[in-house]
């Protein structure tokens, strides 16, 4: 891949769109992962990939925006599984999987019903950024914007929580009103992902670059910086070398960010640390 | 001597079981209070109720008109509580320690508030460095730090020496001491080892579910409810060593 297929690829309105789309998905997903990662809620992130599996069955059904459709739902299903997981008898674990397994087979059974948009909803099982319409660029631009500027207006809260929640409680935090936040804004990233990276795939985005990052053994907010770098790079590298050699772009994106992730953990084993 | 906190008739319940029974106590400006007891005896869930953490099954707490909640600084028995490989520095968990009514203090009069607190705990050259990476003795600096960040009136510390070597534990209990003295803070401790707290605590409140003694720590000795519960030889052991320290 040299210089002159970047500059020929920047030509392309398409592209254009995807770079901007996939760079402010990438700072949103992963600001967020590491609250989610470090509090042990990233396979949220992931049931609620499932969930958005069965809203977008729903919205092609009823030939709506699947971005429309999906966020108000998942959201409703991120409460819920933060109410089952508060139950005694249910386990955190198992709320996100009564829930997920729930939500696939719904959208199997909808998408059973109606032939004929299988194919579209294969693109939202595996991401089609390169095909965004200018309206959902303009939709995830507002609402990445709307992530990123509700993490930092809660970030102490956040961070203090992460922590210690005991501790953030007794300095006058409010643990429920603060995972409900963390909730919606997890679901509005996850609709949003699903054009990048698809339904899948798109708990990755959360995941690895908090996870890469974290082998660096930095601070708190120097870890967040890295991760966000760490995002950016391999969405863009993902989307460049998608176009360059016609790979799927959702999946060479995840595997940058595993290629990121193994290189980062061999450094951290190769220098001794632990 | 005018009270902050006033503990009346408290009972808390966890289903069936009575963790605490009908307590009463009061915690004065400038007290520092040692809450003692076995195993059990309900010293945790006291001073958790106290914090707002658990809630009063019966009876009530109440606060002196001019003390606000977030005037409470409080150091767990748990230090550094996810571990080593947590990512934050030293600066980055003090700075927890501001409640959410400092939220709009300014960036830079936090910051003094930080380096001042770290500057009297000795621990200012740590500020940059991953809590992870530090000894127990200071992870625990790093804890009281972050509970006196926000110059609080009334300090809590709940079983604070119990992960400490007999070395540091003295140390500590001396800076404990330090601030009780100097800075004026009002100190209650929570602790299972009546010999080495009754030295330096001018209260004691020995808790078996309910109240076994409450009083000044120099009337402690002669009690016969506490010479009943540690022995009388104990008991005599706590006495020398109180003729002994003054």
Excluded: W
């Amino acid at each position: 891949m040299n210089i002159d297929i970047i500059i020929s690829a920047l030509q392309y309105t398409f592209m254009q769109r995807a770079l901007l789309v996939g760079i402010m998905i990438a700072i949103s997903s992963s600001f967020l992962g590491i609250f989610l990662v470090l509090r042990r809620y990233s396979m949220i992130g992931d049931g609620l990939a499932h969930v958005s599996f069965a809203t977008v069955a729903f919205a092609l059904l009823f030939q709506q925006s699947p971005l429309i459709i999906s966020i108000p739902i998942v959201i409703l299903a991120s409460f819920l599984i933060l109410k089952l997981s508060e139950e005694n008898r249910i386990g955190g674990d198992a709320a996100i999987g009564l829930v997920a397994s729930f939500s696939v087979a719904l959208g199997v059974f909808v998408s059973s019903l109606a032939k004929g948009f299988n194919v579209d909803l294969f693109s939202y099982l595996f991401g089609s950024i390169l095909v965004i319409g200018q309206s959902d660029v303009i939709f995830s631009i507002i609402l990445s914007i709307t992530v990123i500027g509700v993490i930092l207006f809660y970030f102490q809260d956040l961070f203090a929580l992460t922590y210690d929640e005991e501790y953030a409680v007794v300095m006058g935090k409010k643990p429920k009103k603060l995972s409900r936040i963390l909730a919606v804004l997890t679901s509005i990233t996850i609709v949003l992902g699903i054009r990048v990276v698809g339904t899948m795939l798109i708990s990755s985005l959360i995941i690895f670059p908090t996870v890469t990052a974290l082998q660096l053994n930095r601070g708190f907010k120097q870890t967040i910086a890295l991760a966000i770098i760490i995002s950016i790079s391999a969405v863009v590298l993902g989307i460049f070398a998608s176009f360059a050699f016609n790979f799927p772009t959702g999946s060479t994106i995840v595997l940058v960010n595993s290629a990121f992730f193994a290189i980062s953990f061999l450094i951290r084993v190769i220098k001794g640390g632990n | 001597m005018s009270s902050l906190v006033s503990i009346e008739n408290v009972t808390v319940r966890y289903g069936r079981f009575t963790a605490c029974d009908s307590i009463s106590f009061e915690i004065n400006a400038n007290d520092y209070l040692a809450i003692v007891g076995p195993n059990g005896s309900g010293k945790t869930t006291m001073m958790k109720t106290l914090l707002g953490l658990i809630p009063v099954s019966e009876g009530e707490i109440r606060f002196s008109s001019d003390f606000r909640f977030d005037q409470i600084g409080y150091l767990s028995q748990k230090v550094n509580t996810q571990g080593k490989h947590f990512p934050a520095t030293v600066h980055e968990i003090i700075t927890t320690g501001f409640p959410s009514s400092m939220k709009n203090l300014p960036i830079k009069d936090k910051e003094r508030m930080i380096r001042s607190v770290t500057s009297l705990l000795g621990i200012k050259d740590l500020l940059p460095i991953r809590i992870g990476y530090l000894s127990g003795g200071q992870q625990q600096r790093v804890m009281l730090a972050r509970a006196l960040v926000h110059k609080p009136k009334l300090l809590i510390l709940d079983e604070p020496t119990s992960a400490l070597d007999p070395q540091i534990r003295d140390e500590f209990y001396q800076l404990i001491q330090h601030l009780h003295q100097h800075e004026h803070v009002t100190i209650v401790l929570i602790s299972h080892d009546l010999q080495s707290v009754s030295l330096y605590a001018t209260k004691i409140l020995y808790l078996d579910q309910s109240v076994v003694f409450f009083g000044d720590s120099d009337a402690l000795c002669e009690s016969e409810a506490i010479a009943q519960r540690i022995g009388v030889q104990a008991a005599a052991s706590l006495c020398r060593r109180k003729e002994h320290e003054h």
